[in-house]
């Protein structure tokens, strides 16, 4: 007589342990998933906007305006001192600030050249942009 288990039990022992972690984790103190993806979208479109800068030809610089009410931010292209609001990279024009749990405002410029940021922002706005470089990364800067 053989002993051992049969590949049907392996399988749902996997999946209730995985259901099982999944729920932990989402239940975990002090995580809360939706404000952190919502954050990494929002450093994603800062380099996006900082990208998008650098790559257009006729333009002299780009900058993010972060507003508290209503609490949202945006992308606006300048080319030739003239403001155009542009879409990020899903194509939306506008994002909401209230996911990311961040209130602040102020604004964030690129340089069309180099990229180089003009930082606008409070220090606890909870986004760090590194001045020499433009990298930026969600948390406080240290």
Do not use: K
């Amino acid at each position: 007589m053989q002993r051992g288990f049969t590949l049907l039990e392996l399988l749902l022992v996997m999946i209730i342990v995985s259901v099982l972690g999944g729920v932990a984790i989402m239940n975990w103190p002090g995580q809360n998933l939706e404000q952190g993806v919502s954050v990494q979208r929002l450093v994603s479109d800062i380099r996006y906007a900082q990208l998008r800068v650098m790559a257009c030809e006729n333009c002299d610089r780009g900058e993010m305006v972060f507003s508290v009410n209503p609490p949202e931010y945006r992308f606006f292209l300048y080319r030739d001192a003239t403001a155009t609001a542009e879409a990020f990279a899903d194509g939306e024009m506008i994002r909401d600030l209230e996911p990311t749990g961040l209130s602040f405002s102020g604004t964030l410029g690129f340089d069309a050249t180099f990229g180089e940021p003009t930082i606008n922002l409070p220090p606890d706005s909870g986004i760090c942009v590194f001045p020499e470089t433009g990298y930026v990364e969600a948390g406080p800067c240290s």
